[in-house]
């Protein structure tokens, strides 16, 4: 250790007190349920591809959980962004509003479409976009025109507007979805983080007309890799089987294909996964709470900032976070937290310093560039043993 830190130490202790010795990571999957069961009853069926009773059923079970009328499971979160911001109406040369403070999979969607990212900031209170922000970046920049809402300054179409409850926290949704349905902006939420997370009663990813969540090794709950979309548009929840399952017109066995299709549907053993794994959400979810509340407590009256969801939203507390004072404080402590086995990250580089978005219209980003200097995510599992296991 160069210099000592003392919130790194800070930060390393109360990790050791929920996680223990040894490596702790910062988000690991854990499986105490049906996972074993149904895995084996997967294979024992020969239903392991993406065909097969388990896949509907996860969509079952997501559409209920959630709150939507459908749930069309896809092979990762990515592509489920992909084919919601394709039926959102997101074309080449279009526009697509959303926030720097990102992963790299929300802007990659919308790139596969050959849509363009614009970015406005997000509010410091909850990380995701600022209703505040995209209201003044739309009065300033767009006009209504035949074909729907244009950025004055390029010329483009404004497809949709795709904010991202960052970290699980929910983002004002009620108000963006406000803002969006004042300009007749098609809202497509990136809930890939934030499974389980509520506004009041109501689940992220139910603002919009679709959402994309990810079941990625390093979600709340896993299937390996895995995505949804969710809708509650009967037609919407149609075109986004169809095209994630290679546009096949059904027949008994002639191979038919109405329009170029993806190969996104999930495959039943993934399915088989999230159904145990959807058993086991409340029970991570409160215990994922119990953490975030251990921590803020361990934190009180001490010089180390906590991240507090605000108080109106049930957050899942996917990753939890601190936030330093600068960024040469953020640096000692990734550095010095990690040389002692605890694992910490940087929040993501903000998306428009990265080369391919390098060009993109932002609105200044203040907020988003504060956090970026500041925010440490620190281990955030259910640990060890903290699940009663379910198996028999
Ligand atoms: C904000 C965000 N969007 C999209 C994704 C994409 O999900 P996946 O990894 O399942 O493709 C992720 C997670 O990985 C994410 O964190």
């Not at 969509?59 to 499971?73: D, L, M, P, Q, S």
């Not at 976009?129 to 950025?151: F, I, Y």
Request: aromatic share 6%.
């Amino acid at each position: 250790m160069t210099e000592h830190e003392p919130k790194a130490h800070a930060i390393a202790q109360a990790a050791r007190r929920i996680y223990g010795n040894g490596p702790i990571p910062l988000h690991r999957p854990v499986f105490a349920g049906n996972e074993r069961r149904y895995l084996v009853e997967c294979i024992d069926s020969n239903f392991v591809s993406s065909v097969g009773a388990r896949v509907t059923e996860f969509e079952r079970r997501t559409a209920e959980y959630v709150g939507a009328k459908f749930a069309i499971a896809t092979a990762n979160g990515t592509a489920a962004l992909h084919v919601a911001l394709m039926l959102a109406g997101a074309e080449r040369d279009t526009e697509v509003v959303t926030q720097a403070v990102t992963f790299i999979a929300t802007c990659n969607a919308l790139s596969y479409i050959g849509a363009r990212p614009a970015f406005v900031d997000v509010d410091l209170d909850t990380m995701g976009m600022s209703p505040d922000a995209l209201a003044q970046w739309l009065g300033s920049t767009v006009e209504r025109s035949p074909e729907g809402l244009r950025n004055r300054r390029t010329g483009r179409r404004i497809a949709a507007c795709v904010p991202m409850h960052t970290f699980g926290h929910p983002c004002r949704i009620e108000e963006i979805a406000e803002v969006c349905a004042k300009w007749g902006l098609p809202l497509v939420e990136d809930a890939a983080e934030s499974l389980g997370s509520r506004v009041g009663d109501r689940h992220t990813g139910t603002f919009g007309c679709m959402a994309a969540l990810s079941y990625n090794g390093n979600k709340v709950i896993t299937t390996g890799g895995g995505g949804m979309i969710v809708t509650d548009d009967p037609a919407l929840a149609a075109r986004a089987k169809h095209v994630t399952t290679t546009a096949k017109v059904p027949h008994p066995y002639e191979f038919v294909h109405d329009e170029v299709g993806y190969n996104y549907r999930l495959p039943n053993l993934n399915a088989a996964l999230g159904c145990a794994q959807m058993e086991c959400l409340d029970e991570m979810l409160r215990i994922k709470a119990s953490v975030a509340a251990r921590y803020e407590k361990a934190f009180e009256g001490s010089t180390v900032c906590f991240f507090v969801p605000r108080a109106e939203t049930r957050s899942n507390h996917w990753l939890n976070a601190v936030i330093a004072g600068d960024l040469a404080e953020r640096d000692r402590i990734l550095k010095e937290t990690n040389a002692q086995g605890v694992m910490t990250r940087p929040i993501w580089r903000l998306m428009p310093s990265l080369r391919m978005f390098g060009g993109a219209e932002t609105d200044g980003l203040a907020n988003s560039k504060w956090l970026e200097e500041r925010v440490v995510n620190i281990p955030s599992s259910v640990p060890d043993g903290a699940m009663e296991r379910k198996e028999p």
